[in-house]
């Protein structure tokens, strides 16, 4: 079993080779004739229900996700709570997460066959800014929990530490963070043709180790 790379990174499908190779190499360690058509069968079965998901469940959590985040987003940052620092975590949040859910929009059409991807530009900018997305998600839910846990610890600091001044210095040194340390993957992607003829986004063959 390998994993697709796709702009996101590993694609949220495993693809699985089915070829006669894998089949053959059972045989060769032994495996009785039997079990080797009931698992090849399982497993096709097993294929077929995670390309059925992939079609029609991932589109439907990226529009709840959307929606959800979105509103999010407006309740935190442009409401009555907005006053709060946790509510800039927050509200920040659900905005890396709105961006990441809209780029994954893009990997599902193109799976879809509306390519996409496949266009210089478009490969190297979607794969960068899902990793910069994902990864600034998960910073921002760390420095979250750490400033709840300085405001139980420390409730008399927090009145002048935990301040949405200090939050926005955070959130804007995470968001920085995040576009820096992904900016490596303009560089190692690019369009690959295939030897079909097929053009597909994948990290650049001279980078292959």
């Not at 996409?116 to 760390?142: D, E, H, P």
Request: proline residues 3%; contains cysteine.
């Amino acid at each position: 079993m390998v994993l697709v790379v796709t702009p996101s990174g590993p694609d949220l499908v495993p693809a699985f080779n089915t070829s006669g190779g894998d089949v053959a190499q059972r045989h060769d360690e032994g495996w009785p004739d039997e079990l080797e058509e009931e698992f090849s069968e399982d497993f096709q079965r097993a294929v077929t229900v995670l390309g059925y998901l992939y079609t029609f469940f991932i589109p439907l959590l990226i529009v709840l996700g959307l929606v959800g985040n979105g509103l999010s987003f407006v309740t935190f940052l442009f409401t009555r709570l907005k006053v709060r620092a946790s509510s800039f975590y927050l509200g920040t949040l659900a905005l890396s997460d709105f961006g990441y859910l809209f780029l994954m929009a893009f990997v599902w059409l193109d799976k879809q066959g509306v390519k996409m991807l496949n266009k210089r530009g478009m490969c190297q900018g979607i794969l960068y800014l899902s990793s910069a997305f994902s990864f600034w998600s998960v910073w921002l839910t760390v420095t979250f929990t750490a400033e709840r846990c300085f405001a139980v610890q420390c409730p008399l600091w927090r009145l002048q530490l935990g301040t949405r001044c200090r939050a926005r210095v955070t959130v804007g040194a995470t968001a920085a963070a995040s576009l820096l340390l992904n900016a490596y993957l303009l560089l190692l992607t690019d369009v690959i043709v295939e030897e079909d003829g097929a053009s597909a986004c994948h990290h650049r063959p001279e980078f292959e180790q």
